[in-house]
C-alpha cells in the first residue's frame, strides 16, 4: 500500500533528523523527531492490522468539509498520541517498548530535563540522549527488515 510506503519514509527521515539534531547538541529538538518517527512507523505498521483496528475503533470521525471516515482510518492517518500506545501494543511487544519510550520523549520535549522528575521522567539531557539514541536506533533496525 502507498500509504505505508510513505509513513516508514516519514519514520525514516525523521530518524535521521533526529541523529542531526543529536550531533548539534540540540537533544529536545531531537527527541520531538524521534518521537515523531515512531508515531509513522506505528501508523505504518496498523495498516496491516486494519481488521483489529476497526474492530477497537468502530464507527466513524467527521472531518473538515462535512466528510465522514471510518474511525479505525483516521486513528491510522492521524495517530493521535493519545492513542500511540494502545495501538502500538496491538502491533507487537517491540513496538509497545518503542512507543513507551516515545512517549516519555515526548514529555521530555515539551517540559525539558526535570530534576525532580514530575514533568519529564528525566533527570538530565544525557539521560534523555541515551534514550534518543536507542529509540533511533530501534526504528532504524526495524526500519531495514522491513525494506529488507
Known sequence: MAYKKVRLEEARVEAELARKFLEQGLT???????FQACKALVAALAVDK????EKMYSGVVKIRGGRRVKRSEWVIAIMPTNHLKEVAMMISD???Y???IAILLHQYQYNGPDREVVLSPYRSDEAAENDIRLLINEIEGMLSTLSA
Do not use: D, I, T
Not at 529536545?28 to 524521534?34: D, S
Not at 486494519?50 to 483496528?53: F, K, S, T, V, Y
Open 50 to 53: 486494519m481488521g483489529e483496528l
Open 98 to 100: 518503542m512507543a513507551s
Open 94 to 96: 517491540k513496538v509497545n
Open 28 to 34: 529536545r529538538n531531537a527527541a520531538g523527531k524521534v
